[in-house]
């Protein structure tokens, strides 16, 4: 938190006692920009106390993931487009079926689709499949993806990759925790032809028991 609070102090600073319109201007630009790279921080900590806290409190139903991934991709639709990215969907399976909460689940995808978007890409495709070793689900980009070297990193709190995009450094964390708290397991790899960065999330087979 000092350390985007301090350039905003700086970059006020330099404003205040600039009295050329251009150099001044590009101060405020700098502010908004830094104001907004604090915004996120503040939002995905406390994201993280939340997800934290609900380690053993959670309650896990019966949820149609096809439902879920599709509510969080229609809401993502016009932030994409603006930057110029398309979003699609796929399933083979009319429901693909989890034990989840769906405000978690809703708040991981979305900081899969986040995270691709940063990384640049004209593409995003969102997939869910279904066996009995349990459900999948995949966010793939075409973007510049992460060195193989790095992915097991990307996962540990404030971990920024060597001149990539400013970002929280939180969102990959949220996916993970998230996903432990259901059982699940994120893992990244490449996408086709190498390019591009593709996230897995497999759940457990829903137990018999399990209410409908």
């Not at 990759?161 to 450094?169: F, I, N, R, W």
Request: proline share 5%.
């Amino acid at each position: 938190m000092r350390t985007p609070i301090a350039g905003i102090r700086a970059q006020a600073e330099a404003a205040l006692v600039n009295a050329q319109p251009d150099d001044a201007q590009r101060a405020l630009e700098r502010i908004a920009r830094s104001t907004q790279i604090m915004g996120d921080l503040v939002q995905k900590l406390l994201v993280l106390a939340r997800v934290d806290a609900a380690e053993n409190t959670v309650q896990l139903s019966r949820l149609d993931g096809v439902e879920v991934v599709r509510e969080v991709a229609r809401e993502w639709v016009p932030e994409a487009l603006s930057k110029g990215v398309g979003i699609g969907f796929e399933t083979q399976a009319a429901a693909v079926w989890v034990m989840g909460d769906a405000q978690l689940l809703q708040e991981m995808l979305a900081n899969l689709i986040d995270n691709a978007l940063r990384y640049g890409g004209t593409r995003i495709m969102l997939s869910l499949a279904s066996s009995e070793q349990g459900a999948t689900w995949w966010v793939a980009d075409n973007g510049p993806g992460i060195p193989e070297s790095q992915r097991a990193a990307v996962f540990a709190p404030f971990h920024r990759l060597t001149g990539g995009v400013e970002g929280s450094g939180l969102g990959l964390t949220i996916v993970q925790r998230i996903a432990h708290l259901h059982g699940a397991v994120v893992s990244l790899g490449a996408g086709e032809d190498g390019r591009g960065l593709v996230a897995c999330v497999k759940f457990p087979p829903i137990p018999a028991c399990a209410p409908q």
